[in-house]
């Protein structure tokens, strides 16, 4: 099985949020946020392991700032961490006012995913080929991050 670079798996969705994306203050609802961010980390595992690959976790998600009506959303997703079946994806969350051209980082997120192959059942994913400096802190971290979850499930 080859590896496989951090940027050949990276995704970048952009969705204009609309009416129907409100919750009662009028702003964009958490969910709908959440949903985008799972999407876009599924693609990002997906292209990576070439596979079905289903959500297992998600950590912590904290909303830093809303995210409004009429604003565009961009999620942007890459595998940071690969074990033996899953992949950990990091999913940074911008909204852009397309009139002003403003950024906002609103959230991020860490996300897991298992590959599964034609009987539904686990299977091996590439290895990650790190390039960059940044790609090889990813790493770590997300490493820290899967050896925490895995002490979590034993507890």
Known sequence: M???TVARSRVMLHQLMM?????????VHGGVIMKIVDEAGAISAMRHAQRVSVTVAIDEMTFHSPVHVGELLCCVASVNFVG???MEVGV???AENPISGEVT???????VYVAL??????CPVPGLVLETDEERRRWREGKARQAERLGRRKD
């Open 2 to 4: 080859l590896e496989k």
């Open 19 to 27: 009416p129907e994306h409100a919750n009662a203050q009028g702003n």
């Open 84 to 86: 033996r079946t899953s």
């Open 92 to 94: 940074k969350v911008t």
């Open 105 to 111: 980082h609103t959230n991020s997120a860490y996300l």
């Open 117 to 122: 192959d034609d009987q539904g059942r686990p």
